[in-house]
């Protein structure tokens, strides 16, 4: 059997890095010929990329695909057009795509055209929102794989009510959690504390279309950070789509005028994680922070009105708080006066997720 593994954004890489080991290791001296890594080239910045490569141990990807940056449209059909014959050239049985971003989506469309069976890992997770994109790359991608891992049984029940096959969904845990619990040693070591103690700080995250391409929704979440860091210094590292939308509103200023707020450049995984397991709040948007916090146990305020993790609501640490600028501040003042929940990891997050998808793929005649 043949696998082609891929990624393509920087939510990807800590999903296939522990794919590509248990898929070394399970092999036994076999050849490891016949398992690919296909960078699409999706995020490519060195922050955004080859840094969570060298921190993650990922090696070089065999076929880089240099899609870049562009519209939805463009950037996924750019992927599919690159995709395809990298298909044709290697002839897979099996492309595995992870998460939800256009790469997942693309290489999962063209894959199954090509008649190549498809596995889709973090599979049935829905936020019910056809304003995300990533909600469309969910559904499109889950209805045509042939393989579905999910990380937590809410996952299944979507996907069994939507049609798909008993047979074909597996719950397995969650391959991000594998990363984490590997790497967590490491990571606290190599956060950029810049002077603060563990507990001292908290972390701001902010990146999502619906939340940075406008104004006034921008500046009222920036409103609310400055209130909070009266009380709590705010690190926040900066996806480039939130850099360039504060400069275009205006709004750099407001965040570098503020002694408490540190404006950082996008942080690569070890030093990111090491600054979340050490933070005493967590503020983002986005879809990843709200599971590593809830395994963490660090309280995360989640500037979204819907999630399509609501396992981390329910047992674990995170909690809704939309964008509206007052429930974010009564939310974080609510954790400052030492409101904590106390949550609980999901069943199966256990650091050996990774290990369950190769296991069955492997055994897939
Ligand atoms: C993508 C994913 C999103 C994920 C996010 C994490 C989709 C639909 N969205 O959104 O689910 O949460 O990644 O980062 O796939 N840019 C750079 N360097 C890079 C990559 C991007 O400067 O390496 C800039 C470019 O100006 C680009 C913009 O960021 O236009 C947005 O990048 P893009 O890949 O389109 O989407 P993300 O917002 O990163």
Redesign the pocket.
Same mark, same amino acid.
């Given at each position: 059997m043949k696998y082609l593994l891929v990624a393509?954004?920087?939510?990807n890489f800590m999903k296939i890095a522990p794919i590509h080991r248990a898929f070394l290791t399970r092999q036994n001296g076999r050849s490891t010929a016949d398992l690919l890594l296909v960078h699409t080239g999706?995020?490519?910045?060195r922050n955004?990329?080859d840094d969570f490569f060298r921190d993650l141990g990922i090696p070089e990807p065999d076929i880089n695909l240099e899609v870049g940056?562009?519209s /939805?449209a463009e950037?996924t059909a750019r992927v599919m057009m690159a995709f395809e014959p990298a298909c044709l050239e290697h002839h897979p049985d099996w492309v595995i795509v992870v998460?939800?971003?256009?790469?997942?989506v693309a290489c999962a469309i063209t894959a199954k055209k090509l008649g190549i069976r498809v596995a889709h890992v973090e599979a049935g997770l829905r936020s019910r929102d056809m304003s995300m994109?990533?909600e469309i790359?969910r559904l499109c991608t889950d209805a045509i794989s042939d393989l579905l891992f999910t990380t937590d049984t809410t996952a299944d029940e979507n996907l069994r009510n939507e049609g798909v096959a008993a047979e074909k969904i597996h719950f397995v845990g969650n391959t991000m959690i594998d990363t984490l619990l590997r790497h967590i040693n490491r990571a606290r070591e190599s956060a950029p504390l810049n002077g603060h103690r563990q507990g001292s700080f908290g972390v701001l995250t902010l /990146?999502?279309?619906g939340n940075v391409d406008s104004r006034p929704v921008l500046a009222g979440i920036l409103g609310a950070v400055g209130r909070l860091a009266e009380r709590l210094p705010i690190l926040f590292p900066a996806?480039?789509?939130t850099v360039?939308n504060l400069e275009a509103f205006g709004l750099l200023d407001f965040v570098l005028s503020n002694p408490n707020l540190h404006l950082m450049e996008p942080l690569s995984y070890l030093p990111f994680i090491g600054l979340v397991a050490q933070a005493r709040l967590v503020v983002t948007d986005?879809?990843?922070v709200q599971e590593e916090t809830t395994v963490l146990g660090v309280p995360c305020l989640t500037m979204r009105p819907n999630t399509e993790r609501p396992i981390t609501c329910q047992i674990g640490t995170n909690v809704l708080v939309g964008t509206n600028p007052d429930k974010i501040c009564e939310a974080a003042f609510r954790v400052l006066d030492g409101h904590l929940r106390k949550g609980c990891v999901p069943e199966k997050w256990d650091g050996h997720a990774a290990e369950r998808i190769v296991d069955i793929l492997l055994n897939q005649v």
């Open positions: 393509g954004a920087r939510p999706q995020h490519y910045s955004m990329s940056s562009g /939805h950037q998460g939800d971003v256009n790469s997942t994109p990533e790359n /990146h999502r279309p996806h480039p789509r360039k986005s879809g990843g």
